[in-house]
């Protein structure tokens, strides 16, 4: 039940209704039996500080953030070791103004509880360069796994590679597959309702049957890069373990108790499942 006395969280981001955060944190809220609610706000670009302001005055305890907010967010707090590095923000602590970034440290600890136990010493390849290839690229260095990037833009590659104090790799794709263990799509291409549905970004000959394909796109939960992975063997994974893990990383930190990970998952594929 909503009181006087109930807690407020939000995910604030432009577009923001199909945000599933308010599924996950609502979800783990009423099996932990706390008394705390979980808002989305559509915040557009340029409004970061009026939202952080506004969530002070109202006596919101914590924020998520995302597109197109993260890195303006970073501007105007105390951030963390990871953020100050990705200049991103995806998980504010509102009350002492504190930004930190759970998407890279949600991708590893999803990795090694569902897919292998330890990162460090596998190859990682990460196709694309943005805010999800950069902190995930990051977070998987930091723990010891080796990464290579794949951007179509030079500049970016170079800049995702300084990011993790590496000079580039060779530029080739097929090269760069044929050393990894594990692909990660870190782009759109595939994502349902935009323009690059329907879409893979690798070809059936370049799926090695040995490797794991991870996309982190979860809409739709199979793309055709995960039909095509699965039709040669492969192991295939989705994005939805990583967004899960990152709000339970993100949880963790709100609350400093154990995240009710079995039920939120259950909730999320039912979800998705009959949408
Ligand atoms: P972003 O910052 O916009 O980065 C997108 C990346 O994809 C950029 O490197 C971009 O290259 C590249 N790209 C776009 N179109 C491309 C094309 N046609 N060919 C080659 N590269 C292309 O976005 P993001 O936040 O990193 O998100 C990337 C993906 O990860 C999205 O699908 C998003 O849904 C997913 N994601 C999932 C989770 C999760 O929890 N599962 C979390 C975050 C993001 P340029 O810079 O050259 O344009």
């Known amino acids: 039940m909503v009181l006087n006395k109930t807690d407020v969280y939000a995910v604030i981001g432009d577009p923001i209704s199909h945000s599933l955060s308010p599924l996950i944190f609502n979800t783990a809220f009423q099996e932990c039996k706390l008394s705390c609610i979980y808002l989305a706000f559509q915040i557009k670009k340029g409004q970061a500080k009026d939202a952080l302001n506004a969530a002070k005055t109202f006596g919101l305890k914590g924020l998520s953030v995302t597109m197109p907010l993260k890195e303006e967010m970073a501007n105007i707090l105390a951030l963390s070791e990871a953020s100050k590095k990705l200049n991103s923000v995806n998980t504010v602590l509102v009350e002492s103004s504190y930004g930190t970034s759970t998407d890279g440290e949600g991708f590893c600890q999803w990795f090694e509880s569902e897919v292998k136990s330890k990162i460090d010493n596998l190859n990682f390849l990460i196709y694309g360069t943005g805010g999800a290839a950069r902190s995930v690229g990051l977070a998987i260095s930091e723990k010891k796994g080796n990464v290579s990037f794949y951007g179509r833009d030079y500049g970016k590659t170079k ?23 594990v692909f990660v799509n870190a782009t759109p291409i595939g994502m349902s309702a935009t323009a690059f549905e329907g879409r893979s970004p690798l070809t059936r000959d370049q799926l090695r049957k040995d490797l794991i394909v991870v996309d982190l796109i979860y809409h739709p939960l199979l793309t055709p890069l995960g039909k095509l992975a699965k039709e040669n063997g492969c192991e295939f994974y989705n994005g939805l373990g990583m967004l899960i893990f990152q709000a339970k990383v993100a949880f963790e930190m709100f609350f400093n108790q154990e995240f009710p990970l079995k039920k939120v998952k259950q909730v999320v594929v039912n979800h998705l499942q009959n949408q």
């Open 159 to 181: 800049a995702a590679y300084e990011l993790i104090n590496k000079s580039p790799d060779n530029k080739d794709i097929n090269y760069l597959i044929s050393k990894a263990d």
